[in-house]
Structure formats: C-alpha cells, structure tokens
C-alpha cells in the first residue's frame, strides 16, 4: 500500500508548475493517434499499451481524479484513476519499461504536447513513491555516493588514464603529450562518460589526441569527471541538481572557462539545459559538447582531418536528446563530410531519427531488456538499409545500445564515436 505522505508529495508534482505547461498538456490530448506511429515500442509489436498518448492519459487520468470536480465525485465518467498500487504498477511499465523520452512523438504530436515532460512528470510522482525501478536507481545511488555511476575508484582511474598516455606518447612520438589531471587554470575541463575508463578507453584516447593536436589547455578532474546525470531518467530532481551542483563547483575550483561535455546524449542535455533550471541559477562558465568543439577546432584549422584515411562507407545515427532535445544537428555533418570518404544518411535522420532504444535509462533497466532489444530492431533495419560498414554516434548510451544491436541482428558493423572516427583520419 502507497502510503499517505508518499501519495500527496506525489500528487504535488501536479500542482507545483507554475508556468501551467504540465496542466495544459495533460488537458489538450485530442487521441489523434499521430504519436502512434513515432514510437519504436508501438511500431516494433503495434501494442496498444505503447502508444504514447496512453502514457499522457493515465498521468491526466490521475490529474483528474485529484483536481476536478467530476473527477472526485464521478471518477467514472471522465477516466479518473485513483493512485493506488495499481495504477502505480501500471505507471512503472509504461513511463519506464516502454518509453526512453526520445521526444520523437512529441514532434509528431498534432496539438504540440510535449509528451516526454508529461512523462518525466509521472516518473517524478514515482520517485516520490520510491517506485523508481532499483535497477535505474542504483545507478543514481553510484553516481551521488562515489562520484560517478560505475562507482569507479580514483586509484583505478588514475592508472587507466596513466597508461592510455603512455600509449598516446607512443602513438604521437612525443613525450611531452598528456592526459592532464586536475590541473587547475586549464581552459577547457572536460568529461567522460565512465563506460570510457572502465570499457572503452580508445574513446578517451581519441579525445586526448584532438586535444593535442589542436593545442587545447585542457584537464580531466579526478573528483568529478561523469557526465551522465541518471536521476534526470529516474525522475528525482534534488538528486539530479545535487549531481549537476558538483560538476559546476568543480568547475569553478579548477578556474575553467569551457565544461566540454562528453558525447553522451541526456548527460549533455541534463547538465546543459536542465541543469540551471535544477540548481535555479546561471553557469559562470561556458559549456558546449565535444561535437561542437571538435567541429570548431576543424573550421578554424586547429585540426586537420584526411578523408582518405576512412575509406569505408560510413552512417550517422542522430541522438534523441542531443539532436531533438539539444539542437546539435548540423555540426556532426560537418565533421564527417571532413572526416569520411563515403557517407551516407539514415532514413530517416536527423530531427526525425528513430531512437536507438537505449535512452531514458533502458540501458540500466535489465527487467526490461527483452522489450529493448525488440524495439532496436527499427535501428537494425535503418542501418542494414544504408549497407553502412561502421555507424557513427556521439552518445555512448547509444554506442552501448548499437553494438548490442549489431550483435543481436547480426549487422557485421563497426560503432564508433565521434572522437574516434575523427582520430582515425588525424
């Protein structure tokens, strides 16, 4: 049983809006059916429970049976659902088990309702309940009690980044190249999604020689490297401030003048443009993604990519939170019409671009793996349709995602990020 306290700070997640969006969404959904057809889960078994305006109904169904008038005497006549175990079950498999907040029907919605806050939204009321899927909250619980959310120790850090530059003064015949460690004074902090350290080192490695070879005053914090910000899946918005608070003061502590974010999709937009809005107050400093930075380091001649080195055919899967949720769409085409020698696009792509599976923390979710990788069969068919021999993405959710794909549906492709497809032609 729900207790009482839980129950009404729940419910205060309806009410404390005050720009009015949540109540306007919640009371405009016309059940058109357009949101239908942009999403993986409904398109992948044409489940009706899938359907994202079904997702929008039962957090207004709720509404309803708590904030109107027939809704508290006639809860029957107008769909009100009491928030009961039940209905909270019923939540849990639809706002987490069958949504990553890819935001696609949201842009395919006819009368403008921005279904993944509507979804964020209920997730909030089950965080208030402690219903957040322990699989998605531990990695939240990583991330506030160590640092970061693989709970990576320092030590284990500091040996990997100390033998990836030695590699990388191997690599470049120079013995003054480095991976810097809180460095204080340097221009640019930069991050790392810590799959990097712990299962995909090379990514780091490419950044560091960009950074190298562009000349750039950068470190690495040992304190407070992690990117990602789960609790911006799970819901919880003290947790997500807390982590956003401690990457801004270790900023500032290192007196940086750039946090450059990782590719990693929802940890760009959680700390980019949620972040201010978490902690209610501005960055002094200012922040862009790698993507951003790389492609600037190439206009301006900072870095000078050779085509001819990346001679095969090259796809570009679009993140969902860093291209629709974060309006990075045009930069990584310019990187790679100076990066590759045969590129081809998805179809669709870009604003449009199904989503891997892999966001809103499904890749944490292992209860819900089965439902995942049936829903990532849309992305296999995109990608064998493009006869792509290696798929580029700057998000390392979706990097994951993409090779469990390609091994799932045997798609005999290379994932790379963006960093490495770059490194590659330098």
């Not at 907040?101 to 403008?112: D, E």
């Not at 460690?181 to 930069?190: A, H, M, Q, R, T």
């Not at 502590?253 to 959680?270: D, P």
């Amino acid at each position: 049983m729900i207790k009482g306290d839980k129950k009404k700070r729940a419910l205060e997640i309806l009410n404390q809006h005050d720009d009015g969006r949540l109540l306007t969404y919640l009371n405009s959904c016309v059940h058109c059916g357009l949101c239908a057809e942009s999403c993986i889960f409904y398109l992948t078994g044409k489940d009706p429970r899938y359907i994202p305006a079904r997702k929008v109904d039962i957090v207004a169904s709720i509404y309803r049976r708590y904030n109107t008038l027939t809704g508290k005497i006639l809860p029957g006549l107008t769909g009100a659902k009491d928030l009961d175990e039940e209905t909270a079950a019923e939540m849990v498999d639809l706002l987490y088990g069958s949504c990553t907040m890819c935001g696609r029907c949201t842009m395919h919605c006819s009368v403008g309702i921005d279904i993944s806050s509507v979804v964020r939204a209920g997730r909030s009321m089950l965080s208030e309940m402690d219903m957040v899927p322990a699989t998605l909250q531990s990695t939240v619980i990583s991330a506030i009690e160590t640092g970061n959310n693989m709970a990576i120790s320092k030590e284990d850090l500091v040996d990997t980044i100390k033998w990836l530059e030695e590699d990388l003064q191997m690599e470049l015949g120079d013995p003054n190249a480095r991976i810097p460690l809180d460095e204080p004074g340097s221009k640019v902090i930069y991050t790392l999604n810590p799959r990097e350290p712990k299962f995909f080192p090379l990514s780091i490695s490419a950044m560091a020689k960009i950074f190298y070879l562009a000349g750039e005053s950068w470190t690495l914090s040992t304190k407070m490297y992690d990117v990602t910000n789960y609790a911006y899946f799970s819901g919880n918005d003290e947790e997500a401030a807390e982590i956003v608070n401690r990457l801004a003061d270790e900023a500032l502590a290192l007196g940086a003048e750039k946090v450059v974010l990782a590719e990693c999709g929802h940890g760009s937009r959680s700390f980019r443009w949620e972040g201010p809005n978490y902690i209610q107050k501005k960055y002094p400093f200012e922040v862009l993604t790698s993507v951003e930075l790389i492609n600037n380091y190439i206009r301006e001649g900072k870095i000078k990519p050779d085509k001819t080195k990346n001679t095969k055919k090259v796809t570009l899967h679009d993140p969902c939170n860093l291209v629709r949720g974060g309006g990075i769409l045009r930069e990584q085409r310019e990187i790679l019409a100076e990066s590759v020698n045969d590129f081809t696009e998805m179809n669709p792509f870009g604003n449009d671009n199904y989503c891997c599976g892999g966001g809103g923390g499904q890749l944490s979710m292992s209860e819900y793996n089965e439902r995942r990788m049936g829903a990532g069969k849309i992305k296999a068919d995109q990608i064998k349709a493009t006869a792509a021999e290696v798929v580029v993405t700057p998000c390392h959710n979706c990097v994951d995602q993409l090779i469990q794909i390609n091994q799932a549906y045997k798609l005999n492709v290379q994932i790379k990020t963006m960093a490495e497809i770059v490194a590659d032609a330098l």
